[in-house]
T-cell receptor, first 116, second 112 residues
Framework: EAGVVQSPRYKIIEKKQPVAFWCNPI?????LYWYLQNLGQGPELLIR????????DSQLPKDRFSAERLKGVDSTLKIQPAELGDSAVYLC??????????????FGPGTRLTVL | GDSVTQMEGPVTLSEEACLTI???????????LFWYVQYPGEGLQLLLK?????DKGSNKGFEATYRKETTSFHLEKGSVQVSDSAVYFC???????????FGTGTSLTVIP
């Protein structure tokens, strides 16, 4: 079974440029998550989708970050414009969903963003 | 709010030594608790989980018991191997399943 796929794996951009990350979740998983992981820290949730609906985006900096999940499958996370402090690893995860606390999340390899 | 606190690293052990990585949590109600592992160059993967008090999660020789009385979920292994070298994250999913919190991670290096 294919896992969560993310692309690109690495991205280097100059500040003020836009950038986009793509995620393809595990087939059949209704819930999709985007996390931010700074060096030496644990992941922090940015946004969570149940199918195509964003049910929790309280931690997403909406002035520069946006996300979408078309047709409830693939998702894209965008930053425009990028700032130096956005350098981090962006993780995508998926799960079966259903608002169960026991729901296991499966993570992709992440996209490492470097903003110069 | 809910949170997870785990032992800071890095931790360096000799092969076959015993491992304990401490994790405590703050939560209302009955959260689920998880340990995730991140091997070098790889993504996070679930190591084990426990969904109710006194449950023991186990996998690959690792164990952790959900202790509600001490709000803890310590990770243990009796004999570590070089291949266990990784970063270990304790995590919590709140009772509703709507919020997920990670600890800061503990880096483990096992030397031959």
């Amino acid at each position: 079974e294919a896992g969560v796929v993310q692309s690109p794996r690495y991205k280097i951009i100059e500040k003020k440029q836009p950038v986009a990350f793509w995620c393809n979740p595990i087939s059949g998983h209704n819930t999709l998550y985007w996390y931010l992981q700074n060096l030496g820290q644990g992941p922090e949730l940015l946004i969570r989708y149940e199918n195509e609906e964003a049910v929790d985006d309280s931690q997403l900096p909406k002035d520069r970050f946006s996300a979408e999940r078309l047709k409830g499958v693939d998702s894209t996370l965008k930053i425009q414009p990028a700032e130096l402090g956005d350098s981090a690893v962006y993780l995508c995860a998926s799960s079966f969903g259903g608002s169960s606390s026991a729901d296991t999340q499966y993570f992709g390899p992440g996209t490492r963003l470097t903003v110069l | 709010g809910d949170s997870v606190t785990q032992m800071e690293g890095p931790v360096t052990l000799s092969e076959e030594a015993c491992l304990t990585i401490n994790c405590t949590y703050t939560a209302t109600g009955y959260p689920s608790l998880f340990w995730y592992v991140q091997y070098p160059g790889e993504g996070l993967q679930l190591l084990l989980k426990a969904t109710k008090a006194d449950d023991k999660g186990s996998n690959k020789g690792f164990e952790a018991t959900y202790r509600k009385e001490t709000t803890s979920f310590h990770l243990e292994k009796g004999s570590v191997q070089v291949s266990d070298s990784a970063v270990y994250f304790c995590a919590l999913s709140d009772q509703s399943g709507n919020q997920f919190y990670f600890g800061t991670g503990t880096s483990l290096t096992v030397i031959p």
